[in-house]
Structures are given as structure tokens and as C-alpha cells.
């Protein structure tokens, strides 16, 4: 008799965004006639840049010629995009990693839960909270069940982040096998020096634990010594595996590219990751398709480097406007200048649910409760720089209005 993989039944439901979208059209149905700003995206809205549309455009032509036509890519991805990526996000900045250490996708967020298929069963993993859900949500069954009072699975290993550690947890005190790592933070927006990143590669070190460091907000960082890269690290090459997407970086969420770092000198068991992932990659992944390498590849030409450059700054632009604004308005908030995340407090001891209805009615605002990232982000709610300007000026001022 066929059965389900019941790892399924332990998800909690999607209630978040789910429930958002409830509240927003119950809302809307009462008050035909209120303009609500959704500053609760996590996608960007920005086209593509110029020189990526003119990337795409000629490899589309290419696959209408029998010359040039292209079929599979190499599974670990083609190495024109491979070479660009170990010269601009490593070795310029100092990173010893090498173009056969990247392994190329169709996103970050499939990298980052496929990864624990090549690791044991039995391995414990630590995620901080609040956190992005994709990590536990993996189904592979290590997380053990989920209790919806607690909000929490009872074999993972949750780190606190929170305003008394400035949203960078501690070492645990029993070391995960498997460590998540996010930074720049979604949803707090909080980054992690490079001195405290050192800290956690040197555990991981010690310990024998992975870390698997999600960089997919990197370019947002504006700040200095805010690691681009966790191999800025000393060690790192020995305890870590990064992922990257193009989505948050030049707007690929709906194309999809993104990239996993698994370097060769990261060994369990004596056994090389690096292999295992590459066996894993291309036993279940045939490459993520020419025309999207290649315009992936656009983004590392000078002149693609500047477009990505000023949609970032339009972003950022907007996170400052946030920042500012919920500060003006009296507000205690965080993030905003490395990520295009803004977390605030919420005010008068209200729970992140009351200040969504809160908003929502007094200014037709909606944002994302914090407590749907994880039990430590009640009392927080994030808003998000990836709205059109004019709206998210007109949200501050509606946003100070209300208080
Ligand atoms: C958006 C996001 C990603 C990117 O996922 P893709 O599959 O590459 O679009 C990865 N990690 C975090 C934390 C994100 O917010």
C-alpha cells in the first residue's frame, strides 16, 4: 500500500500570509472605497535592467538557430556565469573560492531546503527566530513535530534574536550540526559584523557543524565591515556552504537563477560535500536554462553592475523613507540600511496581530506581523522597502497620522 510522506503533516498551515490576505479583503469589502498600501511584499517590482532584457533577447535568438541552439545545460551550470561569479562576488573581495566550487540554480530558496538532503537524518539544526520559514519546512524529517502553541518544532534548535542582542543570536550552548544562518536578515533587516560572523565560523569549526549561510540580501549592504561573503571568514572554507539568488539582487524572482558555494575543503566522514552535492545537483537537476545564465551574466558587465546599482538605490531609497518615517512618527525600529527590511516595535505593548488591524484601519497600511516569522518576533512587524516611491511616502505620512 502506497503512504504519504507525513513529514508533510507536521507543516504548519500557511496561515500568515494567508490570513493577511483575509483580514485585507474583509477590509476591503467594508470600505469600497480606502486606498491600501501594501508594504508587506517580499518581491520586487522593479522590470528587469536594460542590459539584462538585451542578454535575454539575444540568447533567445541563438535558440532559433541550429548553430547556436542550446539544449541541457551542464548541470552545475555553464562556466562563462560560473567565472563571473568566483571574479565579482569572491575574489574581488578577497574570497578564496573558485569557479568549480559554484553550483548553479534556479534559486536560493530550493538550494537552501535541498541541501539537508545530503546531510544525515539524525543531524540537529538551529535557526534563528524569528526566520525565514523555508529552513524548517524542508520535509525531510528532522525538525520532529510542530506544536502550534509554541509555534515551534520540537527538535529544532531556535536562537533568539532580539533588540537586547541586536537580532544576532548567541551560540547555543549545545552546538546544531546544522546551523542557519541569514544576513542581511530577512524579515529584521539586522546584518552581522564580520568580527561576530568569525565567532560562529570558529563554533562551527570546533564543533563539526555546518553552516549554511542564506546571503541572498548581500548586495543591499551599505555599511562597512558588513561580510559580503561568509569565506571573508578565516576557516570558513571548512564549515560553510552559501547561497545566493539573482532574484533580491537584480529582480530574477520571476525568471529564477541563484547559486549554492560548496567548497572542496568541506569534509564529513571523509567525504567531500562538495562531491555529494554535485552528485545530488545532477541526479535530480538538469540546469538552469541558457537564456537565464545568460542574463544572469549581464549583471557583471560595467554597465549592468550601474543599473543594478541605481534599482538597489531605489529600493534603499525607499527603506530610508520607511525608516525615517516610523521614527518621526515615534516609533523604535531597526534594519533599513543593509536590507530592504524595516522591523519596528510595536507600540503600547500591542501584539503584532493588533497593531496589523491597527494600521490596516487608521491608515489602510498593511505590513506583515512579526510573530508569523517565529514566537520572538511577537511584538515586531516588518514593512518592506520594495513598494513604488509616491506610495511609500504616502504610507509614512498616513502612518503618522494615525499615532
Ligand atoms: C527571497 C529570499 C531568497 C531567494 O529565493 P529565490 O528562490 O532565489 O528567489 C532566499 N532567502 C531569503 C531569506 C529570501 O528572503
Known amino acids: ?7 508533510f503533516e507536521k507543516l504548519p498551515g500557511s496561515y500568515l500570509f494567508s490570513t493577511i490576505a483575509k483580514k485585507v479583503r474583509e477590509f476591503e469589502e467594508a470600505n469600497p472605497n480606502a486606498e491600501i498600501i501594501r508594504l508587506g511584499i517580499g518581491d520586487v517590482t522593479k522590470p528587469l535592467a536594460p542590459s539584462v532584457i538585451k ?32 571574479m565579482y562576488d569572491y575574489k ?19 538550494d537552501c531546503s535541498n541541501i539537508q538532503e545530503i546531510f544525515g537524518i539524525d543531524n540537529t539544526i538551529g535557526v534563528c527566530d524569528p526566520v525565514y520559514p523555508v529552513y524548517v519546512d524542508s520535509m525531510a524529517g528532522r525538525t520532529g513535530l510542530y506544536n502550534s502553541d509554541t509555534m515551534r518544532f520540537d527538535k529544532v534548535i531556535y536562537m533568539p534574536c532580539n533588540a537586547e542582542n541586536n537580532f544576532v543570536p548567541e551560540l547555543p ?6 546551523i542557519y544562518l541569514c544576513f542581511p536578515n530577512n524579515p529584521t533587516g539586522a546584518v552581522i559584523s564580520k568580527d561576530e560572523l568569525q565567532k560562529w565560523v570558529d563554533y562551527a569549526n570546533e564543533n563539526n557543524s555546518v553552516i549554511l549561510y542564506d546571503a541572498a540580501y ?12 561568509i569565506y571573508e571568514c578565516d576557516g570558513a572554507r571548512t564549515c560553510a556552504i552559501e547561497f545566493r539568488s539573482f532574484s533580491k539582487t537584480a529582480g530574477f524572482t520571476g525568471l529564477r537563477l541563484g547559486f549554492t558555494v560548496v567548497p572542496k575543503d568541506l569534509v564529513l566522514d571523509g567525504v567531500a560535500l562538495h ?33 543594478i546599482k541605481e534599482q538597489i538605490g531605489y ?5 530610508k523613507i520607511i525608516l525615517e518615517g516610523v521614527k518621526d512618527a515615534g516609533f523604535t525600529a531597526y534594519g533599513g540600511v543593509n536590507a530592504p527590511y524595516i522591523w519596528l516595535r510595536t507600540p503600547d505593548n500591542m501584539t503584532s496581530w493588533e497593531f496589523f488591524d491597527f494600521l490596516l484601519d487608521k491608515a489602510n497600511v498593511v505590513g506583515t506581523p512579526g510573530v508569523g516569522f517565529g514566537p520572538e518576533g511577537e511584538g515586531y512587524y516588518r514593512l518592506t522597502a520594495f513598494g513604488n516611491r509616491e506610495k511609500t511616502i504616502e504610507a509614512m505620512t498616513r502612518i503618522k497620522e494615525a499615532r
Not at 533567445?60 to 560560473?82: I, N, Q
Request: contains cysteine.
Open 315 to 319: 529600493y534603499m531609497n525607499n527603506a
Open 173 to 178: 550552548g549545545k552546538a546544531p550540526d546544522l
Open 55 to 86: 542578454a535575454l533577447n539575444s540568447a533567445v535568438d541563438e535558440m532559433s538557430k541550429e548553430e547556436t541552439f542550446k539544449g541541457y545545460a551542464p548541470d552545475l551550470g555553464y562556466a562563462f556565469l560560473r567565472e563571473k561569479i568566483a
Open 275 to 307: 562531491g555529494l552535492w554535485a552528485r545530488r545537483h545532477g541526479t535530480k537537476y538538469n540546469g538552469a536554462p541558457y537564456i537565464v545564465q545568460r542574463a544572469g551574466e549581464a549583471i557583471y558587465s560595467e554597465q549592468g553592475r550601474r543599473e
Open 218 to 229: 548581500e548586495v543591499y549592504i551599505s555599511e562597512e565591515n558588513v561580510p559580503h561573503s
Open 92 to 110: 574581488d573581495r578577497g574570497c578564496n573560492i573558485s569557479a568549480d566550487e559554484i553550483f548553479v540554480s534556479d534559486g536560493a530558496k530550493c
Open 1 to 7: 500500500m502506497a503512504t504519504i510522506n507525513k513529514n
